[in-house]
């Protein structure tokens, strides 16, 4: 049977996986309401990931980085209303 040698970094088991926050960390790390940020994900303006299983939203870290464009309409459906 031959040798088998480990390498680092060549396969992506060898990836550290992606910080995966709940909606409440994800608010306090871009500091805004948890309101606020449940507006911010029914605009579509971030990414959300769902854990097999469960029916609770994720949110990676990199993704909050991104900045959100300041023209998406983040207002709640009771402040367009005239």
């Keep these: ?10 396969t992506p088991t060898d990836q550290k996986p992606p910080e995966l926050l709940t909606q409440e960390e994800a608010a306090a790390y871009l500091r805004v309401s948890r309101t606020t940020f449940w507006r911010i994900i029914k605009a579509g303006a ?8 469960s029916d609770r939203l994720r949110f990676k870290r990199e993704d ?5 464009n300041p023209t998406d309409d983040l207002t709640s459906e009771k402040d367009t209303e005239e």
């Design 1 to 10: 049977m031959p040798d088998i040698q480990e390498t680092k970094g060549d």
């Design 64 to 68: 909050l980085l991104e900045p959100v």
């Design 46 to 53: 971030i990414k959300t990931y769902r854990i097999p299983g």
